[in-house]
């Protein structure tokens, strides 16, 4: 379980307050930029897949037996998804081989409309929400991410004239 609370509460950041939900999502971009940094949009990507896996596991051990199936603690989930709502800049910086952190403004929209979706829960991010079980807690997040990915990549669009 020790194992489980570090995975889930992201190392302990979920147990900042006030939102640790924001804290989850701030913690996310510096190590997602890292994951950039040594690995490129493959690595990230990676990151993804790894962190939505060891969030499910380490969820659902977390609330096992526990009537609250998303304790505000676990922020690994807007982890994954905060690292969804980068992949356009991830992918965009590799692939042209520039500075990811040129991009400054992209990290702004993909951090505040994450924020944004993961809040307000439209559409599929609450019906996911509304699960009630771990994989819910994970794909929510994962759903509000692509939200914002596609948020990132229209307003890229707009800021560039291609929209």
């Not at 982890?79 to 400054?104: D, F, H, K, R």
């Amino acid at each position: 379980m020790k194992f489980a609370k570090m995975i889930g509460t992201v190392l302990g950041v979920g147990y900042i307050r006030p939102a640790p939900g924001t804290w989850g999502s701030l913690v996310a971009l510096p190590w997602g930029w890292l994951l950039h940094v040594i690995g490129g949009f493959p690595l990230l990507v990676a990151g993804v897949v790894i962190a939505f896996a060891a969030g499910w596991w380490a969820t659902a051990q977390m609330t096992a037996g526990s009537t609250d199936h998303d304790p505000s603690e676990i922020v690994i989930d807007e982890v994954a998804g905060q690292w969804i709502a980068l992949l356009p800049l991830s992918y965009a910086a590799w692939t042209m081989g520039l500075n990811i952190l040129e991009m400054w403004p992209g990290w702004i929209a993909a951090f505040a409309l994450f924020r944004l979706f993961d809040i307000w829960k439209p559409l599929l991010v609450g019906w996911a929400d509304r699960r009630g079980d771990a994989l819910g807690v994970m794909l929510d997040d994962v759903i509000a991410g692509l939200f914002a990915l596609l948020g990132v990549i229209a307003m890229a669009g707009l800021y560039h004239g291609l929209l």
